[in-house]
C-alpha cells in the first residue's frame, strides 16, 4: 500500500488547533494536527490516527516518533511559501527500514494547477515510483544522484483545498539514501525544471517541507533543515591562486577559512558549524580559500556529499580562532576511503566518499596559541605537504617530494605517504602523521604502489596509473586491501603467470540459463542472482573467439551471493555492451563483498558496443560464507556477462550442484515479445509490479496456453494463477497487458490458448486444470526453470466472461486455494448446482454496474452459495472495460490484492486490508460491495 492513499490536509481550518506540550525550555511536542511557525521556519503535522509525535527544536530541527498505532501521519519543517529554485539542505538521523513504510523527502503543494510533489530521498518498503497507474518520465541528474519521475492521478482524493482530483509529481533517489545518520541537498530547480521539460507544471507554491511520512509503520526521525548560510552570515572564495605554498588571507575573528579543491571541478562540499549549513562551496582543481564570515559557534564539519565517477576532495587546512588547523592532523574523516572501505582508513586529508572530516569546535584551541584574526601569515603549506596533496588528473605523471632520509615512504597512485616503521596492515597514524603499512604499499598494482627510499624520489606512473587514491579516468577502483586490474579477456589469461597460484572455484553464465566455455573454463548457468533482468543475443562479439559468454547480460540494480568456504578470492568480471550505441548512455557501480570496484562505469565509453571487457579484482576476503557482488545502476541499467572466482588459499564453492542438463531436457519456453502481445497504446505503461515479467510459450509442453511470469531471479515460492479468457478464447494474449501486471507482482499467471491464437474452447473446467497440472509438474522437473521456484500449495483460478465461469467450475479441484471471476458469474449456466456443493474454499466475484452483463448472473451465483466464503463487489463500468485500460485499471489493483490476501496471507491494505475492515477500497464509493462467511 502506498503512502499517499490517505492524503494530508493540513493547513485546512478542519485541522483545528495544536496541542503544543513543552519538553524542554526549546521545544515543543505536537500530537495533534498543527500547522505553524518556529524559529524562522514554517512546520506541519498531520496525522489520521494513533500516537504519533512530533517535536520542533531551534531553527530547522524537528525529530518524530511514531508506530503502527497511527495510520498514516507525516510532518516537517521548511518554508511556505515555497520557492522552485530553492536549495535545501538536510541532516540528522532518519529511524526508517526496508521492511517500514515510511518516507524522508521534500514534500509541498501548489494551486493553479494543484499539485502534491514528492521529491523523495529514502523510502522503506514502497518505492512511490511504482505508483499503480501512473505515467513514467525518464529520469535525470541532480545532486550526485539520478531521479526517477513519475506522475500519478489523485481522483476526489483529500487535498490543501479540500476533496479534489489532482496530479502528483514524484522524483524518487536512485540509489535512495540509507537508514540512520543521513544528509544531502536537493536542488529543487531541476526538478522544476525537468518537471516543466515534460509538461509538468507547477502552479503558485503554498508550503514546502522536508517532511518524515509514515503508513501503518514504525520508526522515527530527527532532521534539521536549512538553506543557505544562516545568521547573517555570507560564503565567498577568497584566494584564486592554485599553488600549494600561497599564504592566506587575512580574516577576522568568528570567521572560517576552508582550503580545498577537487579532483575534477565538480565536487561541492558545505561548511556545518553546530549542525548547520553555514558554507555551500563548488571545488576548483586547484587550491582556493574558501571564506565563511559570521557569528556561528560549535562543532566544525567540512562534508563532501556528491561523491560519483571520479570526484575526490583533498581538505588542506581550515583557519578559525587563530590557527590553522591540518586536515590530516584530524582524527575524525568518515569520508577516506581505505582499508576496503569508505571510513576504514585513519587521519588523512583526502574525502573519497560522501562523508566529513571534524575539525573541532570553533572554541577549541589545538596549538595553544588562538584568538584574535589570523594573519597572512600566520600559516604556510610546505613543500612536503604539498607534495603529499598531489592529485594529478592524467594517466601518467611525476609526482617529487623530499623526504627524511631514513625513513621509505609509499607511492599510493602517484602520491608519496610516510611509510609505517610499527603500523603492520593498513593505513596508521605515526609521528603525528598519516603513513601507510609496507604490506599495504606494496599489494598494489604495479606502479600504483609500493616503497619509495630515496631522499628525493620521483615517482613515474604507468599509462594505467590511478590518479587518485581510489579512481582512474575509466572508473577502475582500488583499495588498500585488493589489487584490480582490467584488459580484454585474452590478456587477463595470460597475466596469470605474475599472481599467486590460484585454483579454480565457481563461474556464473550471467543473464543464461546454459552454460558457456572461456578458455577451458565451464560458466554454469545463471543462478545464484537477487533482481535484475536478463536477455541473450546472437551479435558476434569482438576481442575474442568465444562469443557465447558475452552474448548474455543480467540487468538492472541487483546482486549476486555465491556461497563459498571463508577464505581469499580473486574474481574475474566480464562485460560486453549489448544494447547502447554511444558513450554516456550506461553508468553504474560494481563492488565485491563491499570493495568498491568499478565507479561511474561507461562500457561503451571504454571499449564500444559488443566488445568483450574483463576486470579483476584480487584479494577478496570472504568471512560470511558467500561472495557478494552487487551492482548499481546510475544511468540506465548496470549490466554483467559473467564473472569466475578463483582462490588462492584453498576456497572451495559450497552450493548445490547443478541438475545436468540438456537443451532438451530443459524444455525451456519461447519468449513472446511485449510489444506484439501489447498493442494498445494506452496499456504501453510497463507493468508496475516490483519483480519484473515476461511472456512465454511452453511450445514442447504446454502448447494451448500462454505463460506470464515474473523474473525467476527476483522471486521465489511463487504462488500459481490460471486464468480463463473472455468468451472462453483460445487467443492465450487477449488480457496480455491484465496479465502482466498480476506476473509483475510476483505470481505465475498461465491463460488460456496459445499466443496469437484463434478460436474458442469452453470445457468449464478442463484447460485450467491442465495448467495446474503442468505447472505442478514443472516445479518438481529437475531441468525445468521452474524447478523448486513454485509454491504449488497456493493455487487461484482467475478469468473475465466466459472465462471467469471457467475459473469458477475449476474451483472443485481441491488444489486450487481460490476462485475469481471477473465480469461473470455461473447464474446463467444450468449445471451449476452440481458444482456448487463441490466449492470447498473463498470465491470472488468482481462485476461492472448494470452495465455489465454479468451483472445479474454475478448477483444469482452471490445469493445461492452458501457452502464457502463469498465476495462480491460492483464498480461502475462496463462489462470489458478494465482490459483496455492501463494496468487494468482498478480492477487490475483488486485482482493483486485478492490474491495477495489469499496466496500470500497479505493481511495490510495491499491484501485483506483492501476488502474488508474500517474505510477499506471496496467498502467505499464508488464500490458497492458485501460477503459472507468471511
Request: with cysteine.
Amino acid at each position: 500500500m502506498k503512502l499517499t492513499t490517505l492524503k494530508k490536509m493540513v493547513g485546512l481550518s478542519a485541522l483545528g488547533l495544536a496541542t503544543l506540550c513543552s519538553t524542554s525550555v526549546n521545544s515543543q511536542t505536537l500530537s495533534s494536527n498543527s500547522t505553524g511557525t518556529n524559529n524562522g521556519f514554517f512546520y506541519s503535522f498531520w496525522k489520521d490516527s494513533g500516537s504519533a509525535t512530533m517535536t520542533l527544536y531551534g531553527s530547522g530541527r524537528y525529530a518524530s516518533q511514531w508506530n503502527n498505532s497511527t495510520n498514516n501521519w507525516v510532518g516537517g519543517k521548511g518554508w511556505n511559501p515555497g520557492n522552485s529554485s530553492r536549495v535545501i539542505s538536510y541532516s540528522g538521523n532518519y529511524g526508517g527500514s526496508n521492511s517500514q513504510n515510511t518516507y524522508l523527502a521534500l514534500y509541498g503543494w501548489t494551486r493553479s494547477p494543484l499539485i502534491e510533489y514528492y521529491v523523495i530521498e529514502s523510502y522503506g518498503s514502497y518505492n512511490p515510483a511504482s505508483c499503480s497507474g501512473g505515467t513514467d518520465y525518464g529520469s535525470f541528474q541532480s545532486d550526485g544522484a539520478t531521479y526517477n519521475v513519475r506522475r500519478c492521478l489523485r481522483t476526489q482524493q483529500p487535498s490543501i483545498d479540500g476533496t479534489q482530483t489532482f496530479y502528483q509529481y514524484f522524483s524518487v533517489r536512485n540509489p535512495k539514501k540509507g537508514f540512520g545518520n543521513i544528509s544531502g541537498t536537493i536542488t529543487f530547480a531541476n526538478h522544476a525544471n525537468f518537471w516543466a521539460s515534460k509538461g509538468l507544471n507547477l502552479g503558485n507554491h503554498d508550503y514546502q517541507i522536508v517532511a518524515t511520512e509514515g503508513y501503518q509503520s514504525t520508526g522515527s526521525s530527527d532532521i534539521t533543515v536549512s538553506q543557505g548560510p544562516i545568521n547573517g552570515g555570507s560564503s565567498s572564495v577568497a584566494n584564486n591562486s592554485s599553488s600549494a605554498n600561497s599564504s592566506a588571507t587575512s580574516i577576522g575573528a568568528g570567521s572560517v577559512v576552508v582550503r580545498a579543491r577537487g579532483v575534477t571541478g565538480t565536487e561541492h562540499i558545505y561548511l556545518r558549524v553546530g549542525g548547520v549549513n553555514v558554507g555551500s562551496w563548488t571545488l576548483t582543481t586547484s587550491y582556493q580559500n574558501y571564506v565563511y564570515t559570521g557569528a556561528a559557534s560549535g562543532d566544525i564539519n567540512i562534508e563532501y556529499d556528491n561523491d560519483s565517477g571520479s570526484r575526490d576532495v583533498q581538505v588542506d587546512y581550515i583557519q578559525v580562532n587563530g590557527e590553522t588547523r591540518q586536515a590530516e592532523d584530524m582524527t575524525y574523516n568518515t569520508a577516506l576511503y581505505a582499508n576496503g572501505s569508505c571510513g576504514g582508513g585513519g587521519n588523512s586529508e583526502l574525502m573519497h566518499c560522501n562523508g566529513v572530516i571534524g575539525f573541532g569546535s570553533t572554541t577549541d584551541c589545538f596549538s595553544g596559541n588562538c584568538g584574535g584574526g589570523i594573519s597572512s601569515t600566520a600559516s604556510s603549506i610546505n613543500a612536503t605537504s604539498s607534495a603529499r596533496s598531489s592529485i594529478t588528473a592524467t594517466s601518467s605523471s611525476v609526482v617529487t617530494t623530499s623526504s627524511s632520509a631514513n625513513q621509505c615512504q609509499c607511492n599510493w597512485y602517484g602520491t608519496l605517504y610516510p611509510s609505517c616503521i610499527t603500523t603492520q596492515s593498513g593505513w596508521g597514524w605515526e609521528n603525528n602523521k598519516s603513513c601507510i603499512s609496507n604490506t599495504t604499499c606494496n599489494s598494489q598494482p604495479t606502479n600504483q604502489g609500493g616503497l619509495v627510499c630515496n631522499t628525493a624520489s620521483s615517482v613515474r606512473s604507468s599509462s594505467s596509473a590511478i590518479s587518485s587514491s581510489r579512481f582512474s579516468s575509466s572508473s577502475s577502483v582500488m583499495s588498500s586491501s585488493s589489487v584490480l586490474s582490467s584488459s580484454s579477456s585474452s590478456r587477463v589469461s595470460s597475466s596469470s603467470s605474475s599472481r599467486a597460484a590460484e585454483t579454480f572455484v565457481y563461474a556464473i553464465n550471467a543473464g543464461n540459463s546454459s552454460a558457456a566455455t572461456l578458455n577451458g573454463v565451464v560458466y554454469q548457468p545463471d543462478r545464484f542472482a537477487s533482481g535484475g533482468t536478463t536477455q541473450t543475443v546472437t551479435d558476434g562479439i569482438a576481442g575474442v573467439t568465444e562469443d557465447a559468454l558475452y552474448q548474455s547480460e543480467r540487468y538492472g540494480t541487483y546482486s549476486y551471493e555465491i556461497p563459498v568456504s571463508n577464505a581469499t578470492y580473486n574474481v574475474v568480471l566480464h562485460f560486453a555492451e549489448l544494447y547502447h550505441n554511444g558513450a554516456g548512455a550506461r553508468a553504474f557501480n560494481i563492488s565485491v563483498e563491499g570493495q568498491a570496484v568499478l565507479s561511474d562505469f561507461d562500457l561503451f565509453g571504454l571499449v564500444g558496443r559488443n566488445t568483450a571487457y574483463d576486470q579483476r579484482v584480487n584479494n577478496i576476503a570472504v568471512t560470511d560464507g558467500k561472495l557478494t557482488i552487487n551492482l548499481t545502476t546510475i544511468v540506465d541499467n548496470a549490466t554483467l556477462s559473467g564473472f569466475a572466482i578463483y582462490s588462492t588459499n584453498g576456497g572451495t564453492f559450497t552450493g548445490s550442484t547443478e541438475p545436468e542438463c540438456t537443451t532438451a531436457d530443459r524444455q525451456t519456453p519461447t519468449a513472446i515479445d511485449y510489444n506484439r502481445a501489447v498493442t494498445r497504446q494506452e496499456q504501453k505503461n510497463p507493468p508496475s509490479g516490483a519483480f519484473g515479467y515476461a511472456i512465454e510459450h511452453a511450445t514442447q509442453t504446454l502448447s494451448n496456453h500462454t505463460i506470464y511470469r515474473p523474473d525467476l531471479n527476483r522471486a521465489n515460492n511463487i504462488p500459481i494463477v490460471v486464468w480463463g479468457n473472455g468468451a472462453c478464447s483460445n487467443v492465450g494474449t487477449e488480457q496480455a497487458d491484465f496479465l502482466l501486471q498480476i506476473a509483475s507482482n510476483g505470481y505465475l499467471v498461465i491463460a488460456n490458448g496459445g499466443p496469437f491464437g484463434s478460436g474458442s474452447n469452453d470445457q468449464h473446467e478442463t484447460e485450467l486444470v491442465k495448467a495446474i497440472d503442468w505447472a505442478v509438474k514443472e516445479n518438481s522437473r529437475k531441468c525445468s526453470q521452474y524447478y523448486g521456484k513454485l509454491n504449488v500449495d497456493k493455487i487461484a483460478t482467475m478469468g473475465w466472461s466466459c472465462g471467469g465461469g471457467m475459473a469458477h467450475f475449476a474451483a472443485v479441484d481441491p488444489r486450487v486455494d481460490t476462485a475469481v471471476a471477473l465480469n461473470s458469474g455461473l447464474g446463467i449456466y444450468g449445471d451449476r448446482f452440481s458444482y456448487y456443493p463441490r466449492f470447498h474454499s473463498p470465491i470472488a466475484i468482481f462485476n461492472g454496474d448494470s452495465r455489465d452483463v454479468a451483472y445479474n448472473p454475478g448477483l444469482q451465483e452471490y445469493s445461492e452459495v452458501n457452502n464457502v466464503p463469498v465476495y462480491h463487489a460492483n464498480y461502475p463500468q462496463g462489462h470489458g472495460d478494465a482490459y483496455f485500460q492501463d494496468n487494468g485499471g482498478e480492477f487490475g489493483i483488486v485482482a493483486v490484492g485478492w490474491l495477495n490476501w489469499m496466496l500470500k496471507d497479505d493481511l495490510t491494505g495491499s491484501g485483506k486490508g483492501m476488502f474488508i475492515g474500517t474505510n477499506c477500497r471496496l467498502c467505499r464509493s464508488p464500490w458497492v460491495s458485501k460477503y459472507k462467511g468471511f
